[in-house]
């Protein structure tokens, strides 16, 4: 019987970004089932305790990013890996959502595997993506595979993952459609007074100087051209901070040396909020697009660099939202394809409510299982991949059985204060050579 037989349900994320800490905690909420003789729906986060854990890192959110995102939690720490599974080893939880980068969830996986190994009852293990799946599909996959549920947020995604899965041999059971959780918000009635155009910002893509500049100076432009609008750069960090991608040349930077115009304004803040009041969302490949569909409000996707794999816009091919700045300026509206719309787990027609029920009831059947659930499965193992596996587990300080290794960072105690200044200081170094010497020396390298 579940821990929670007589109590809220326990949920527990682990993530290790501002944006994976996001899509953790509200895919928690919205897939926990009721916990047993607890009426009620969770998909609001009800009946459920959450305890988040962010995984110590280079984007290790801060505590402005978290207070954007907006998640609650009832408790929240950062932790080492280790400190991480000596805590599943010792705490009760009836459902872990591992909200990481794919090597970090192939080796929590071999992690719990190993400590659970000997209990009768473990959680339900739920992983999965942030947004649009659109690089290293198989790679990403693979490392996943293990989980109880592998979460694909449309049903395009569900149709490759069970590929790739079968394709290798690998059980594609896992595989479950849900749809992104942060989608919501009112849907789109008309156009604000005054209009407002809004471009959100990725830290990565595009990744040159060049093109960086080169759509900085095209949004200041149309807000030149149309001085009645409003001109919004939505930005994801402030300078020093980190998201799930290194972001070396921050748009606040750049647009310091600019002659900025008085309808353009450089925003932080919930993209839900900033949505209310966008009349025309415009981004490279960002998820935001998404959400900018799911309520019916006008969206681009920028051709001006390229229809490139690199930027993720390629993902956009067929949506009908793949426009250029020139377009933009002439006045175009874009009018999305409802049938690819469909197939990427937006929902624009009303059925995103129950786009979670499959995996709630999957969950449900899970913690129910007589004699409770089998031991985690990763594809990976010392005999499948033994040139791959053992180096990815030892970055989060695991051996190949994955026990954790000797002098493991904190594996036998809480840091100090001392520590505690160090790794501060360590980690703002990492964030300085990242945004200032590593552009540096990379210009030199082409001289």
């Keep these: 019987m579940p821990a929670s037989a007589t109590k809220p349900l326990r949920v527990a994320v682990l993530a290790d970004s501002d944006t994976r800490w996001k899509w953790g905690a509200l895919t928690a909420n919205r897939i926990a089932p009721s916990a047993p003789g607890n009426p009620g729906d969770t998909a609001d986060g009800g009946d459920i305790r959450l305890d988040g854990y962010l995984l110590r890192g280079r984007a290790?959110?801060?505590?402005?990013?978290?207070?954007?995102?907006?998640?609650?939690?009832?408790?929240?720490?950062e932790v080492t890996a280790v400190e991480f599974l000596r805590t599943m080893r010792e705490e009760s939880y009836d459902l872990l959502v591992l909200a990481l980068v794919g090597g970090g969830v192939q080796a929590m996986l071999h992690g719990l595997k190993r400590i659970w190994e000997d209990r009768p009852q473990r959680p339900v293990v739920v992983t999965g993506y942030v947004g649009v799946v659109?690089?290293?599909?198989?790679?990403?996959?693979?490392?996943?595979?293990?989980?109880?549920?592998?979460?694909?947020?449309?049903?395009?995604?569900?149709?490759?993952?069970?590929?790739?899965?079968?394709?290798?041999?690998?059980?594609?059971?896992?595989?479950?459609?849900?749809?992104?959780?942060?989608?919501?918000?009112?849907?789109?009635?008309?156009?604000?007074?005054?209009?407002?155009?809004?471009?959100?910002?990725?830290?990565?893509?595009?990744?040159?100087?060049?093109?960086?500049?080169?759509?900085?100076?095209?949004?200041?432009q149309h807000a030149r051209l149309h001085p009645e609008r409003e001109v919004l750069l939505k930005l994801r960090s402030k300078p020093g901070e980190h998201t799930t991608h290194i972001e070396e040349l921050p748009y606040q930077k750049l647009s310091q040396r600019l002659d900025l115009p008085p309808n353009f304004r450089l925003v932080y803040g919930h993209m839900g909020e900033v949505l209310d009041r966008t009349d025309l969302l415009v981004t490279v490949s960002s998820t935001a697009a998404l959400e900018s569909l799911h309520r019916r409000i006008p969206t681009v996707v920028l051709t001006d660099?390229?229809?490139?794999?690199?930027?993720?816009?390629?993902?956009?091919?067929?949506?009908?939202?793949?426009?250029?700045?020139?377009?933009?300026?002439?006045?175009?509206?874009?009018?999305?394809?409802?049938?690819?719309?469909?197939?990427?787990?937006?929902?624009a027609d009303g059925s995103y409510e129950t786009a979670f029920d499959a995996a709630r009831d999957r969950i449900t059947e899970l913690l129910r299982r007589p004699g409770g659930l089998h031991p985690l499965t990763p594809y990976y193992t010392p005999v499948t991949a033994p040139g791959y596996l053992p180096g990815l587990l030892a970055r989060h300080h695991l051996g190949p059985d994955g026990t954790p290794l000797p002098g493991a960072p904190a594996a036998d105690r809480e840091p100090g204060p001392v520590r505690q200044i160090v790794r501060r200081a360590a980690r703002g170094a990492y964030r300085h050579g990242v945004q200032r010497v590593a552009p540096v020396i990379r210009r030199m390298g082409e001289l």
């Design 60 to 77: 290790t959110p801060t505590a402005r990013q978290l207070g954007e995102v907006g998640v609650r939690a009832d408790s929240l720490r």
């Design 134 to 220: 659109y690089e290293k599909l198989a790679d990403g996959l693979l490392l996943r595979h293990g989980a109880d549920l592998v979460l694909a947020n449309s049903r395009q995604d569900a149709d490759r993952f069970r590929a790739v899965y079968d394709g290798v041999g690998a059980d594609s059971g896992s595989v479950t459609e849900v749809a992104l959780p942060f989608l919501g918000g009112a849907a789109y009635t008309g156009e604000h007074d005054p209009c407002t155009v809004v471009f959100a910002a990725q830290p990565s893509v595009p990744e040159s100087r060049k093109d960086r500049t080169y759509l900085l100076n095209r949004l200041v």
């Design 305 to 347: 660099l390229g229809v490139r794999e690199a930027l993720g816009n390629h993902h956009f091919v067929g949506s009908g939202c793949l426009a250029s700045w020139d377009q933009l300026d002439a006045g175009h509206r874009p009018d999305p394809d409802e049938e690819w719309v469909a197939r990427q787990g937006v929902a």
